[in-house]
């Protein structure tokens, strides 16, 4: 005999542990565990998310789905000189408006490893300052065992200069696709640069810069 409302009802909270459909092949929402709802397709879990609003995924989604995005730059010019490794003066970018898309890659000493396996689109921006010279060049190296042997991946070039200074912005990019965290390294070097042209760098805005995109899972 108790009275109720329509309001009430809509303010209420129904309690449950799943939601299923009416065919009967398990597919819905699984509510069992506290703070945790795993979304099920024939009682196979498809995609969990837990407290800290992460959501893990059972097969690698379908779509665009970029995870992890990064930018280095070089903070300082450096001279030029043959397979000189570039192993100094480099931050992740901290201006104001910048931000990385998950953990974000590690350098050391000019070394860079990936957060996690996948396919990776790694753009090499230069600005190169040459003095009279023929092959300012800046190039990327890959090695998959821990830095056992380097393999040229990209190489970008100034051209031809005459007399006196010339600044030239050169642009290359790679794929690389990661299958093991532990053993994936890049490194980029300047090579074949005349004693008096550098590679320019600046704390506080981007002349030199190293970019690293996910784009998916590795293949």
Not at 114 to 131: D, E, H, R
Request: glycine share 8%; aromatic share 10%; net charge negative.
């Amino acid at each position: 005999n108790s009275k109720w409302k329509f309001g009430d009802i809509m303010s209420s909270t129904i309690k449950v542990n799943n939601i299923q459909n009416l065919a009967g092949d398990d597919s819905g929402i699984d509510l069992s565990t506290n703070d945790q709802i795993i979304l099920k397709t024939a009682n196979t879990s498809a995609i969990t998310i837990n407290s800290s609003q992460v959501a893990t995924f059972a097969q690698p989604p379908v779509g665009t789905f970029i995870s992890e995005a990064d930018m280095f730059r070089l903070t300082a010019n450096q001279s030029g000189g043959t397979n000189a490794d570039i192993t100094a003066n480099l931050e992740r970018v901290d201006d104001a408006s910048f931000s990385k898309i998950g953990t974000g890659m590690t350098e050391s000493s000019g070394i860079f490893t990936f957060p996690s396996t996948g396919l990776y689109f790694v753009i090499l921006n230069c600005a190169i300052n040459s003095n009279a010279d023929a092959n300012s060049m800046v190039g990327a190296q890959v090695s998959t065992n821990s830095g056992g042997a380097f393999d040229d991946v990209a190489l970008l070039n100034a051209g031809e200069q005459g007399s006196g200074n010339s600044s030239v912005t050169a642009y290359s990019h790679f794929f690389v696709n990661v299958t093991n965290t532990s053993t994936f390294q890049v490194k980029f070097l300047t090579t074949s640069m005349a004693g008096n042209s550098f590679l320019q760098g600046d704390t506080n805005q981007n002349f030199t810069t190293f970019t690293f995109i996910k784009l998916g899972e590795s293949q």
